[in-house]
């Protein structure tokens, strides 16, 4: 159409013409508007048509994705509680194993005492049907043979065990009151202390510190006083001597602060202000107990020990003063002399020996005491462990460590004593200087009594 088509320049011409032309031109612009408008309605159909399928897909498949999800949280439920059961399973496990782990540490660990508990164990029996004899041995022993030798002590001991058997007591076949009142360790720890170690002055010692009385001892060669010394330095011992000035004033501190007092050097006269102390003639005062001294009432401490000691070789007490104590005969035996001359020979030949046979000495009595400490230690651990005894981990590690040490102990102590019978083989080459040194000795003790010349 050109620009001069237009209603109004047809209008001047032919108002009929004019109106022909708007319809002409108004045609004309419908059609441009359908040809333009049409193709879009038909991708607008193709398209809404193209959306409701998509639709109609999406449901069926948002229907198939509930589906599958509903199948999913099935299988992950499944799958979550078959994840726990396995992880209780495997903590079940690892807990069995670290068990079994354990109890093989703790079987481990005890092996060594086993086979001694077990021993122990089968003798226990038979040591309950006879306790009450050997015991009853034990405390007649303690209470009445330790002024004697060990001459008197062994047939006294057979007198009793022959009038029990009599009257149908049980006791043992082989009953030994010296292992009754104490163990190997205490006296190997007596040995450290400075006592001798042979059997008389071991039964000095087990019925010293197995009696309720004080403790009277008879030392003419010091043996038992250089012991106790030794054995109660750290319970500030007291040294006194009867008729000492400050006699008195010493049993006052030490009867109130629970010291250990000794006596030395003794006659055969007790001072009466001692008497009540001596027969232990305490009064209850409330909660304590109180003691007479003089004209003083003192506090009777628990703590409190007396010794007394005297270098006479038979002196004569009195009836009451017996009674009232033990008496303990430390006066050296020929067997227990003869091993001291033997150890001083060999000091003086061979000081290599002897410095080696000291420390190995030594060595073994705190073996042996080690030792009985850590059997203690595994039993009171044993006694204190509650619930399951595998769960207590600190139990068992501090077990392997008393194990292993006790090991170790018991390595060294089979060392030492093959060492020591080499020694002790080398040293039995002295042997008849040391048997003349005693002989000697008990000779002149013998010849005093013909005549007072020889004291």
């Known amino acids: 159409m ?29 059609y441009d508007v359908v040809v333009t408008v ?23 498949v948002k229907g198939l994705v509930q589906e599958l999800e509903a199948k999913l949280s ?48 089968e003798s226990i029996g038979v040591d309950l049907e006879v306790m009450p004899g050997e015991v009853l041995v034990a405390c007649a022993f303690a209470s009445y043979l330790g002024v004697y030798t060990r001459e008197y002590r062994e047939e006294c001991t057979r007198l009793f065990i022959e009038f029990l058997r009599k009257k149908n007591v049980p006791i043992g076949n082989h009953c030994d009151p010296l292992k009754i009142l104490c163990s190997e360790a205490e006296v190997a720890g007596w040995a450290g202390q400075g006592l001798p170690s042979d059997r008389v002055s071991a039964e000095n010692g087990a019925i010293l510190t197995n009696s309720q009385r004080w403790c009277l001892m008879i030392d003419p060669q010091l043996q038992g006083i250089i012991w106790i010394k030794s054995r109660e330095a750290n319970n500030s011992l007291q040294i ?12 006052e501190i030490s009867l109130d602060c629970g010291k250990s007092v000794i006596i030395e050097n003794m006659g055969e006269t007790i001072d009466a202000v001692l008497q009540p102390v001596i027969a232990r003639n305490t009064i209850k005062r409330g909660k304590n107990r109180v ?23 038979n ?8 009674a009232e104590c033990t008496v303990i005969n430390f006066t050296v035996t020929e067997s227990g002399l003869e091993d001291q001359l033997l150890f001083l020979v060999v000091k003086l030949e061979r000081p290599d020996l002897a410095r080696a046979k000291a420390n190995l000495v030594t060595q ?21 462990s509650e619930g399951d005894i595998l769960d207590d981990v600190d139990l068992i590690l501090n077990l392997e460590d008393a194990k292993k040490t006790s090991d170790d102990v018991k390595e060294k102590f089979a060392i030492a004593q093959d060492t020591e019978a080499k020694i002790n083989e080398t040293n039995e080459n002295y042997r008849p200087t040391a048997q003349r040194g005693s002989l000697f000795f008990f000779l002149l003790m013998d010849l005093r009594k013909i005549h007072s010349f020889y004291k």
Not at 2 to 30: H, P, R, V
Not at 42 to 59: F, G, P, Q, V, Y
Not at 315 to 322: F, G, L, M, R, S
């Open 2 to 30: 050109g620009d001069d088509f237009t209603a109004d320049i047809i209008k001047k011409k032919s108002q009929a013409a004019g109106g022909l032309c708007e319809w002409i031109i108004n045609i004309i612009m419908y």
């Open 240 to 251: 006194t001597r009867m008729g000492h000035p400050k006699m008195v004033s010493t049993f």
């Open 364 to 384: 073994q009595n705190e073996f042996k005491v080690k030792l009985a400490e850590l059997e203690s230690l595994l039993l009171e651990k044993l006694a204190a």
């Open 38 to 60: 049409e193709p879009k309605k038909k991708a607008l159909r193709e398209a809404k048509e193209t959306l409701h399928n998509a639709n109609t897909k999406l449901i069926e």
């Open 315 to 322: 002196p004569h007490y009195p009836p009451e003063v017996q």
């Open 291 to 313: 003691i007479k001294l003089g004209d003083k009432e003192l506090n009777f401490s628990p703590q409190f020990r007396l010794f007394m000691q005297t270098k006479l070789a």
């Open 74 to 121: 099935v299988l992950m439920t499944s799958f979550e509680k078959a994840m726990a059961d396995k992880e209780a399973v495997l903590a079940e496990a690892k807990k069995c194993q670290d068990k079994l782990d354990m109890a093989q540490r703790l079987i481990n660990a005890l092996s060594a005492n086993g086979v001694i508990w077990e021993t122990n164990l």
